[in-house]
């Protein structure tokens, strides 16, 4: 049984984003996380905001491996499957065994507490093909949600400029607890070829989560508010589109699993 009117995938195919309320078992599954990421964020934030960068960033790690011990990408597709088969058109798909954790603190404006602008493509072509999957977790508001730049998913990676601003650039070291929660050690910019006039926040009503294009230029989830902010995020792929599995240093095995 369809989920997805015409309308709603036509909607899709131009704005390259759609909302879905989660289906109930959804619910308690991001209930568990929630409580998960709770017990290891008990101390307010300022406690957190005083933390060096990697202390900092080494909690989320352990966090996010609780997370990823669920098996938290497969049990989420295996429930939303439907919704997500529809929006790629495809039946024979992959899902990163691995979410990021994002534990975004309030203005954090000297170190890498989240990633810039981005499109997935920028790091492997084939990302191109897929859709990402985000999930607000604690403390989500118009202050520090997730941005993107609307119908983008339409630019073509070659009318986008950007500059690798190499690993000296970034506050993240190559394999440490920054890498592993998602952080860029070699940083990209983009310096052209994007209209960023128009930026919007996702704005969700609770127990809700987007999928969208992994083409949209997304990220740069500052954050403007008291409280850390907690989100997740992972991507899916038609399988056709994975030339090969390698090992991922988050997950730390093979990247990709089928989630049926």
């Not at 039946?91 to 065994?97: A, E, G, K, Q």
């Not at 920028?122 to 985000?134: A, L, R």
Request: proline share 3%; charged share 25%; hydrophobic share 35%.
């Amino acid at each position: 049984m369809l989920e997805l009117s015409p309308e709603q995938l036509i909607d899709y195919k131009k704005s390259g984003i759609f909302s879905f309320k989660m289906h109930q078992e959804t619910s308690r599954l991001i209930s568990d996380v929630r409580a998960r990421v709770n017990s290891y964020f008990s101390e307010p934030s300022q406690h957190y905001a005083l933390m060096s960068d990697d202390t900092y960033r080494t909690i989320v790690a352990e966090a996010q491996d609780e997370i990823n011990a669920l098996s938290f990408t497969t049990e989420f597709c295996r429930i939303e499957k439907q919704r997500i088969k529809e929006i790629l058109q495809i039946d024979d798909l992959l899902v990163t065994r691995t979410s990021y954790l994002r534990a975004t603190r309030p203005n954090k404006k000297q170190t890498q507490e989240s990633v810039g602008f981005h499109r997935e493509s920028f790091w492997h072509e084939n990302m191109k093909y897929g859709v990402n999957i985000w999930i607000p977790l604690l403390n989500v508001t118009p202050l520090n949600s997730l941005q993107y730049v609307p119908e983008s998913q339409k630019i073509s990676d070659s009318n986008i400029e950007t500059i690798n601003e190499g690993e000296k650039s970034s506050t993240v070291e190559k394999h440490s607890a920054g890498h592993k929660i998602g952080l860029l050690y070699d940083v990209k910019t983009i310096t052209g070829g994007v209209d960023f006039s128009n930026i919007k926040r996702i704005s969700l009503p609770e127990d809700h989560y987007v999928i969208f294009d992994t083409n949209l230029i997304h990220g740069a989830a500052s954050n403007e508010s008291t409280h850390i902010r907690f989100s997740l995020d992972f991507r899916v792929l038609p399988s056709g589109k994975v030339d090969e599995n390698p090992s991922n240093f988050a997950s730390q095995g093979k990247m990709w699993t089928r989630f049926e």
